[in-house]
């Protein structure tokens, strides 16, 4: 292990610590339902930067994946009463499943034909999704939450925690695909698919591995969900939003390193939280278009390529 | 429960209802089709356009004269989201892509967001004499507001086919979507032809949404529906062929309207994305593809 490795697992630790610790003495529950969000964007968007980012196939069917993961929860909550860790392993299998199966259909395609082919497989779950009753069709499902396991006081805390631990899996596994063969692979693939193709790099194996991993996170993300709001419905589970989040925040986060879609996701998740406190929700979604529009016009490379600009400009200056 | 005569009005309806889906993909078809520019937000703007003819509504104006009104504003706004588009994305080469789609997904939400913010999620709905009667076509109901539809529609089709092909600036357009390079070294400005083809197409998208508001009650978030429809219609047809979208359109409405009464409308919303989906995977150029 090099030594940036060493820094990052301490890194990597000491947030799970402060999650825990948190959770342990925090009172005021808004904290962690705010929180929750903030850390579930920050997996989803973690998880469309690995193909968005890398390869360069923008995904719009974050909420695909999501809300399957919602649904996988539900099901196996009302059919075997599954323990959260189960419904959240059990959401990441079929995530991947569901990307490799929707790579090996799409990911043949290049550009705007494949990101439409996602929107609609978005559109086809969600129909599925509605018309299958044992979960609740149309109408939506109500779910009552266990009781929650020791240290914990009250659920929601145990989920923030949870959650904790999915970000720092996604983060790692996004950093790791950022520095493997892996990942020079897909950013050839982003370049020009075509000489790739030519060196001989396996893209299209490139592509449904990242795909699959990438599924499999946004699927994960997806299942605590159903505990969290203790209810969902399809429109709610495959709302494009959470499409849209994703992509905004990797995309103005900056796509080339692993910490752009981090820094994206905790400064909208947290400016739409404020947002829909203060003001009201439309504002939070009318912020992060206007946002997204202004970066890729604006600042192409995101938060990233500004710091780094920032960072040239003052090395320059100082003699 | 199923009958010929139920399918014959299902054919019936379809073909109409096709003709209504090819009117509002044409502009989509020069823009994404010819053009070849990402444009997501296609459907946004036609929901935003059924808001203008409501809005327009309230001073006794038809909605389809409305559609005419408001072509010149929609022709600007065309030209604005090109030439943004152009000088930020084409401009730069490599990774527009990405870039350019997110660009045009933006633009799609904030309109939607502006839409809610302003009218609110209520469904809207227009006035007009042949709005709520319906006359009878081969034993077959019809209501009269899909028949104004179908007739604008085809007209619509039929005026962008000729002037695509016998005008110049319309032989132009097809020009440089079929190679920008040589147009350049005949000494013709791609840009510009380019520039004036997506203000066409989006003006278009002016008089398709107030067809759409006459065939349905239009709701904000009524776009997303229509990005599968609109795009299914238009690769369907084969990039850019004018005369395939009319027949891409009209399969489309037939396959709808035949599941809607065999199946039930919770089925509706996915049969476009699954066509189109068929499409791209069994044959990607299209029907009338090149």
């Known amino acids: 292990m090099t030594g940036r490795g060493v820094w990052f697992w301490i890194g990597a630790a000491l947030f799970i610590a402060l999650a825990v610790a948190l959770a342990l003495v925090v009172r005021n529950e808004y904290v962690f339902f705010a929180g929750f969000v903030i850390l579930q964007f920050i997996v989803l968007a973690t998880a469309w930067n ?20 919602v649904y996988t929860a539900i099901f196996l909550l009302k059919a075997f009463s599954a323990p959260l860790l189960v419904q959240i392993g059990v959401a990441a299998v079929v995530g991947a499943a569901m990307g490799l199966g929707i790579g090996l259909l799409t990911l043949r395609l290049r550009g705007i034909f494949f990101s439409i082919a996602t929107v609609a497989i978005t559109i086809i779950a969600e129909t599925l999704i509605i018309n299958w009753k044992f979960v609740g069709g149309a109408t939506g499902v109500q779910m009552l939450r266990p009781p929650v396991t020791p240290p914990f006081d009250s659920y929601i805390k145990m989920l923030f925690v949870v959650l904790a631990i999915l970000v720092v899996i996604a983060v790692a596994l996004a950093r790791y695909v950022q520095d493997s063969k892996l990942g020079r692979g897909l950013r050839a693939v982003r370049d020009d698919e075509v000489a790739a193709e030519s060196c001989g790099v396996p893209t299209l194996n490139l592509k449904l591995v990242a795909c699959a991993i990438s599924g499999a996170l946004m699927c994960a993300a997806g299942a605590p969900s159903a505990m969290y709001l203790q209810f969902a419905d399809p429109v709610s589970a495959f ?49 992060l278009g206007l946002m997204l529009v202004l970066f890729v016009v604006a600042a192409p490379e995101g938060i990233i390529g500004l710091v780094r600009r920032l960072w040239r400009r003052v090395g320059k200056g100082s003699p | 429960m199923f009958s010929l005569e139920l399918l014959l009005d299902a054919v019936v309806l379809g073909v109409m209802v096709g ?24 459907p946004a703007l036609l929901v935003l356009a059924s808001y203008g003819a409501w809005l327009l509504g309230d001073f006794d104006i038809d909605p389809i004269v409305a559609g005419f009104i408001m072509m010149p504003a929609f022709f600007l706004l065309g030209v604005m989201l090109y030439r943004t ?25 904030i309109i939607e967001v502006v839409i809610i913010m302003r009218f609110g999620v209520d469904q809207r709905t227009v006035q007009a004499f042949y709005i709520g009667k319906s006359i009878e076509i081969l034993e077959v109901r019809i209501p009269m507001r899909m028949v104004a539809a179908f007739v604008v529609a085809i007209l619509l089709s039929l005026a962008l086919t000729l002037y695509l092909s016998k005008t110049f600036l319309g032989r132009a357009i097809r020009a440089v979507a079929q190679d920008e390079a040589a147009l ?34 239009v709701e904000p978030t009524l776009d997303r529906a229509y990005i599968g429809r609109t795009f299914c219609v238009v690769v369907m047809a084969g990039l850019g062929s004018m005369s395939g979208t009319l027949v891409a359109g009209i399969i489309l409405g037939v396959a709808e309207t035949i599941v809607l009464t065999m199946f039930g409308a919770s089925w509706a919303p996915a049969i476009s994305f699954t066509l189109l989906l068929l499409v791209l995977g069994i044959r990607p150029q299209g029907l009338f593809g090149r």
Not at chain 1, 50 to 67: D, E, M, P
Not at chain 1, 259 to 274: N, Y
């Open chain 2, 184 to 217: 350049r070294l005949m000494g013709a400005n791609p840009v510009a032809i380019k520039q004036w083809a997506f203000g066409i197409a989006t003006a278009v998208v002016a008089l398709a949404g107030a067809l759409l508001i006459i065939v349905q009650p």
């Open chain 1, 239 to 287: 709302n494009l939003n959470y499409s849209v989040s994703a992509l905004a925040m990797s995309l103005i986060g900056g796509t080339s390193h692993w910490i752009g879609p981090v820094l994206g996701a905790i400064l909208l998740g947290s400016t739409q939280q404020l947002l829909t406190v203060t003001i009201s929700s439309e504002i939070n979604v009318l912020v």
């Open chain 2, 19 to 42: 003709c209504f889906y090819a009117a509002v993909s044409i502009g989509l078809s020069i823009s994404f089709g010819l053009l070849d520019v990402p444009n997501v937000a296609h």
């Open chain 1, 50 to 69: 690995i193909l968005g980012g890398y390869a360069g196939y923008v995904n719009f069917g974050t909420s695909a994946f999501f809300g399957i993961g």
């Open chain 2, 85 to 109: 588009y152009h000088e930020t994305f084409e401009k730069r080469g490599s990774d527009a892509g990405v870039r350019g789609l997110a660009f045009f997904f933006g633009i799609a939400f």
